[in-house]
């Protein structure tokens, strides 16, 4: 660009002319102006200074080659609650929240008040689930230790005292057992065209196996050892894979398992809940 003096609204049209969604231009320029997106939109006859146009322009170049919006200005919100995140952590998607909701629905069912969020990344689950359950003992796993320590940040910010351990899904919770467990593991088939416009974000957290499958059937097969009897198991995945992940389930000696849908009408997230010790009540 070669504006000597730019205005905030001309550097909107500009971005909105290389193909960043006016949102998003709006909300890079909040950040690089420590501004609320309002006060943009109020004062969007202001000149740009050139150490804010030339960070503006490379959050620009950014966003156009795919880096998440979330990356660029340090933060997502999720259920209420704004976190910061960074490429060390999946951004926290609107999609998770249905299996927030649904595990804050079964939360007067548990057995137990305490809970697991296995590969929590950004700590997104267990913070929107503990903000909403001061009363659970909340523990929340990643294999990554990067992970762990934005999600830790993101607890010590926010006041929300979470349990965070560094380990592969239940491994680091031997001889323990919650009345609700949830996870929103990778669940994307190694080698899917789609993972190309997440190449920004950790592959790891992505990915899992040749269909997408690897990871779910380990928490499944391991979740009855982790649960007391009557807790339930929440798990989120792709839209298609309802069937097979109610199947792994099913077969674990699951019961009561289904479906639950997006926004969209898409089955995302599918659970069940551990038979109940012999000869105690069962609830329907």
């Known amino acids: 660009m070669t504006h000597e003096n730019l205005s905030i609204s001309q550097w909107l049209q500009h971005a909105r002319a290389v193909g960043v969604e006016r949102l998003d231009a709006q909300q890079l320029a909040a950040h690089h ?11 969007d006859d202001e000149v740009l200074a050139p150490p804010q146009r030339a960070a503006l322009e490379a959050a620009l170049a950014q966003r156009r080659q795919g880096v998440p919006l979330a990356y660029l200005v340090g933060k997502r919100e999720f259920h209420g609650l704004d976190l910061e995140v960074d490429a060390r952590v999946l951004v926290p998607r609107p999609e998770t929240e249905g299996l927030v909701d649904w595990a804050l629905e079964l939360a007067a069912q548990a057995p137990v008040a305490a809970l697991a969020d ?8 267990a913070l929107a689930l503990k903000h909403r359950l001061p009363a659970f003992d909340i523990t929340a796993t990643d294999r990554s230790a990067e992970a762990l320590a934005v999600a830790a940040a993101n607890g010590r910010r926010l006041g929300l005292p979470v349990r965070w351990l560094c380990g592969d899904w239940w491994q680091p919770l031997a001889g323990q ?29 992505l990915a899992a196996g040749s269909d997408g499958l690897a990871d779910l ?33 099913r077969a674990a000696g699951f019961e009561a398992v ?19 010790a012999a000869g105690a009540p069962r609830s329907p």
């Open 177 to 205: 057992r919650f009345g609700l467990a949830v996870s929103n593991p990778p669940y994307v088939a190694v080698g899917d065209p789609h993972l190309a416009a997440l190449r920004h974000e950790p592959l790891a957290a």
């Open 258 to 276: 289904q479906s639950r849908t997006d926004l969209a009408g898409l089955p995302r997230c599918s659970g069940g809940r551990r038979a109940q």
């Open 118 to 125: 296995l590969g929590t990344g950004s700590g997104a689950i």
């Open 217 to 249: 059937r380990r928490i499944v097969a391991d979740a009855p050892a982790h649960l007391a009897p009557g807790g339930w198991l929440l798990l989120e995945h792709g839209f298609d894979q309802a069937e097979a992940v109610c199947a792994l389930l």
């Open 33 to 43: 102006l420590a501004r609320p997106r309002t006060w943009v939109l109020a004062h």
